[in-house]
C-alpha cells in the first residue's frame, strides 16, 4: 500500500473575502507539511486583502488576479492560472484539490483517504445524452447580461434567461454557441470543486494547449466552472477513473432566491457534515456562524493560535 506520509498534495484556493478565515483554513491545509497552497484572490478585493493573507513558504498567492463573477467564464480562468501555477512549480504533486476561501477541513485522514484511492480522480460529473435539453448550459452562446448571479425572480435578466431556456427545449434556439465541441463528446456537469491528480492536471494543460477551441465552447456558456473540467475529463483517457462524486459538503438553499448557491453553515449543521465522511465543507461565513468555524478548527488539530478571530 502506497505510504500517505509520502504524499504531496497541491491546495488551490479562489478567495474572495475574509483573510483571516483563509489563514486559518491554510493552517489546517499545511499542518501536516505534506502540502503547497496556492491562492487566487478575486481581482476585485484590494490590495490590502492580499497583504492580509500570510504567504511564504510553501504558501503562494498568485500576482496575477482576475474578476470573477458568477457562472462565467472568468472562474475558469482563475482555476487555469492556479493550475499552471501548480504545474510550473516544477514540484510533483500526487494530488490537487480546488477549493474556495471559505471552506475549511471538516475531519482528519485526507492524505490517507488518498493515498488509498491513488489514482483516483474525486469529481462530480453527470453525463448529458445530445437530446438532453440541458445542453442549454453550452449550446446556447448566453449573454454576457445572462450569466450573473440575480437573487430576484423577476429581474428581467433572469427572466430572459428563463426564456431562452424555454425556447431551447421546444427546438428553438436563438443564440446557437458557434464553437461546438469535439466530435462524439458529450457534455458533462457537477459540482465545482474537486480533487484530481497532479498526472490529470498535466493532461488538462497539454490538451489546453492543443486544443485552444475547447475553450472557446465554454467562453460564453453559462456556469462553465461546473462542466468544463468535467466535460473534458469525461471525454478523456482518464474517464474511468473519475468517482462521479467529490470531498467537499455543500447544503444549497432551498427558496427561489438561493437555490443557485450554497448557504452559510452553522453549528446545526455539524451533524450531518461530520455524518457525510467528506473532508471539507462550504461556506462558513463568520459573520453568520463563528462558533463553526472554531469548532472544526479545533477538530482537526489546529493549535489556539491558528483560530479564527471573530
Avoid at 480562468?77 to 471552506?103: I, M, P
Avoid at 491513488?118 to 442549454?136: H, I, Q, S, V
Avoid at 448550459?137 to 431556456?165: F, G, T, V
Avoid at 471539507?280 to 472544526?296: L, N, Q, S, T, Y
Wanted: aromatic share 10%; proline share 5%.
Amino acid at each position: 500500500m502506497f505510504d500517505a506520509r509520502s504524499l504531496r498534495l497541491a491546495h488551490i484556493l479562489l478567495v474572495h473575502k475574509n483573510p483571516d478565515q483563509v489563514n486559518a483554513f491554510v493552517r489546517q491545509l499545511t499542518a501536516e507539511g505534506q502540502a503547497d497552497v496556492y491562492i487566487h484572490v478575486d481581482a476585485k478585493c484590494p490590495e490590502s486583502m492580499v497583504q492580509a493573507i500570510a504567504s511564504g513558504g510553501n504558501v503562494h498567492v498568485l500576482k496575477e488576479r482576475v474578476s470573477v463573477t458568477w457562472g462565467d467564464y472568468n472562474s475558469i480562468e482563475a482555476t487555469l492560472l492556479l493550475l499552471r501555477a501548480v504545474h510550473d512549480s516544477g514540484k510533483d504533486h500526487d494530488y490537487v484539490c480546488l477549493n474556495s476561501g471559505q471552506d475549511l477541513l471538516v475531519r482528519d485522514g485526507l492524505a490517507a483517504h488518498l493515498a488509498e484511492n491513488r489514482g483516483r480522480l474525486f469529481l462530480e460529473a453527470e453525463r448529458f445524452e445530445k437530446d438532453d435539453p440541458r445542453n442549454y448550459y453550452w449550446r446556447i452562446r448566453w449573454p454576457r447580461s445572462a450569466r450573473n448571479l440575480y437573487d430576484w425572480p423577476l429581474h428581467p435578466y433572469r427572466l430572459m434567461r428563463a426564456a431562452l431556456r424555454v425556447l431551447f427545449a421546444r427546438g428553438i434556439n436563438l443564440r446557437p454557441n458557434p464553437h461546438p465541441l469535439p466530435d462524439n463528446w458529450l457534455f458533462h456537469r457537477g459540482s465545482q470543486w474537486f480533487c484530481i491528480t497532479g498526472a490529470a492536471v498535466a493532461y488538462i494543460l497539454d490538451f489546453l494547449t492543443r486544443n485552444p477551441s475547447y475553450e472557446a465552447a465554454f467562453r460564453a456558456s453559462l456556469v462553465p466552472d461546473m462542466s468544463f473540467f468535467q466535460t473534458l475529463l469525461m471525454n478523456s483517457p482518464l474517464a474511468q477513473q473519475v468517482t462521479g462524486h467529490n470531498l467537499t459538503y455543500l447544503n444549497f438553499g432551498t427558496t427561489f432566491g438561493d437555490n443557485n448557491h450554497p448557504v452559510a453553515l452553522t453549528m446545526n449543521d455539524v451533524p450531518a457534515i461530520e455524518a457525510s465522511g467528506r473532508f471539507f465543507a462550504r461556506k462558513f461565513e463568520p459573520a453568520v456562524d463563528a462558533h463553526v468555524i472554531r469548532h472544526f478548527c479545533e477538530k482537526v488539530g489546529v493549535c489556539p493560535d491558528a483560530l479564527v478571530t471573530v
